[in-house]
């Protein structure tokens, strides 16, 4: 006999590792999954012959429980370099009309680039104690760092360190990696990411990312294309039924926990009866969105084998990054979006396309008439937003999350990577194992 019977609704990577957990400790566990594929965020598409990764397209070698997960499903081989530089990955930033190459993984090489002034490169003596500091807290456990929650990212850099290091370095970092605004992250927990993820190499796997959650979702019972719409509690408050939609039919399913692993912003959707924890905690859970598209250009000139470009908040620009590289049939792919303060998702793929490709034949001249084809892709849930007085919410939330059978897991319970994702779905695991 099992030792448990538990339904994980959402088969991103933080549902899928809570599942593996508990069926590593004898549980019989089903995922059901939305979409008609598992991996959330970190999935691989094909595109033209090409293999892209529209979400996640790296890991941090400071995921501690991503690599360890690695290990253990005997994958190591499968992991590989994300760049060619040893540690993070080199690119560009446009300054009154000319591109800055830097390491923006690398905070030493600022002493010496040219992007900015010297003031400014610097002032990244005063940012390293920080740095060093928040290296040592817990990644995984945000909530418990002590400090202030009460600044943004962008006050703390003006008031601290450098207004201009922040305008060139850190806004557009976070801007193309998460798609966030000056306001979406509070100093506290850019701190916290920046301690731990600076100065790490970066993989990820032969084939793109998507790789991950296929291997772990193939030793799991997982249904795809099965939409939950409602989940209850037994009137004794010991089981679960969930409700859900596939093929049309409507279905359910008993179980003596649930895993609820959707987006944050999601969550008091689906539930009958939220306890007041739920009540107030989910509605501070919100996401960035971000809409890309992806070109694939024919041109011959060697120079434009491979590139990356970010563009500033305070530049004349609408992109916010601009990279490509020449694939092996020689034709170019390349990917670009719009500033996170741009982007409007209800702009057509037409419209869309159209404001990008002028921005990007405006940076790279040669690109103009060569562009063949493009794909618009886009995020409704990109990263969750960690602005002052998140973290503060969320430690109240832990501290009495009133779980039972109900149970939670996402990045919006760590950080915005796919890392905590994963993280959150095993810490949500050991709490079902605990209390039952």
């Known amino acids: 006999m099992p030792a448990g019977e538990a339904i994980v609704v959402g088969g991103g990577l933080a549902g899928l590792t809570a599942a593996y957990r508990l069926q590593q400790a004898g549980w019989k566990v089903r995922v059901l999954e939305a979409n008609p594929h598992v991996g959330g965020r970190v999935i691989t598409i094909q595109w033209r012959g090409y293999s892209i990764d529209p979400g996640a397209e790296f890991v ?14 005997g994958i190591q081989e499968q992991l590989i370099r994300y760049s060619q530089e040893q540690v993070g990955f080199e690119v560009g930033v446009m300054r009154g009309g000319r591109v800055y190459r830097i390491n923006f993984m690398a905070p030493w090489q600022f002493l010496t680039w040219r992007g900015v002034s ?10 390293l104690p920080y740095l060093i500091r928040y290296r040592r807290y ?20 003006y008031q601290k360190i450098s207004g201009e290091l922040f305008e060139y370095w850190v806004e557009p970092t976070m801007d193309v990696f998460c798609g966030y605004t000056a306001d979406d992250l509070s100093a506290k927990m850019m701190l916290l990411l920046f301690g731990n993820y600076l100065g790490t190499p970066l993989y990820t796997f032969v084939g793109g990312l998507g790789f991950f959650p296929e291997t772990l979702a193939s030793s799991l019972d997982v249904q795809t294309g099965a ?8 009137p004794d408050q010991r089981g679960v039924r969930v409700y859900y939609k596939q093929d049309g039919q409507v279905a359910s399913l008993d179980s003596d926990a649930v895993v609820v ?26 996401y960035t969105r971000v809409g890309i598209v992806y070109h694939l250009i024919e041109h011959n000139d060697p120079q434009l084998d491979r590139g990356g470009i970010m563009f500033p908040r305070r530049e004349p620009w609408k992109l916010s990054a601009l990279g490509w590289k020449r694939q092996p049939d020689g034709r170019i792919l390349a990917m670009s979006d719009l500033k996170a303060s741009l982007y409007d998702p209800q702009m057509s793929d037409q419209q869309l396309r159209q404001v990008i490709t002028e921005e990007v034949t405006r940076a790279v001249p040669a690109f103009a008439g060569r562009i063949v084809d493009q794909m618009v ?11 002052p007085g998140y973290l503060s919410a969320l430690k109240m939330f832990k501290e009495n999350p009133q779980e039972g059978p109900v ?19 095993w810490q949500a695991a050991e709490r079902v194992l605990r209390a039952m």
């Open 261 to 286: 692993a959707v987006p944050g912003d999601s969550v008091l959707d689906l539930l009958d009866e939220p306890r007041p924890a739920w009540r107030a905690f989910f509605p501070k859970v919100r």
């Open 227 to 234: 939409r939950v719409t409602r989940i209850t509690l037994a």
């Open 377 to 387: 892709f886009r995020w409704s849930h990109k990263v969750p937003a960690m602005p």
């Open 138 to 157: 817990d990644l995984y456990h945000p909530e418990t760092v002590p400090g202030d929650d009460t600044q943004t990212m962008e006050q703390f850099f």
């Open 60 to 73: 941090s070698g400071a995921e501690t429980y991503l690599l360890g997960m690695v290990r253990h499903l």
């Open 407 to 425: 149970y939670f897991c996402g990045d919006y319970l760590i950080a915005g990577s796919t890392g905590a994702a994963l993280a959150s779905g």
């Open 118 to 127: 010297l003031p400014a490169r610097l002032s990244i003596l005063k940012l």
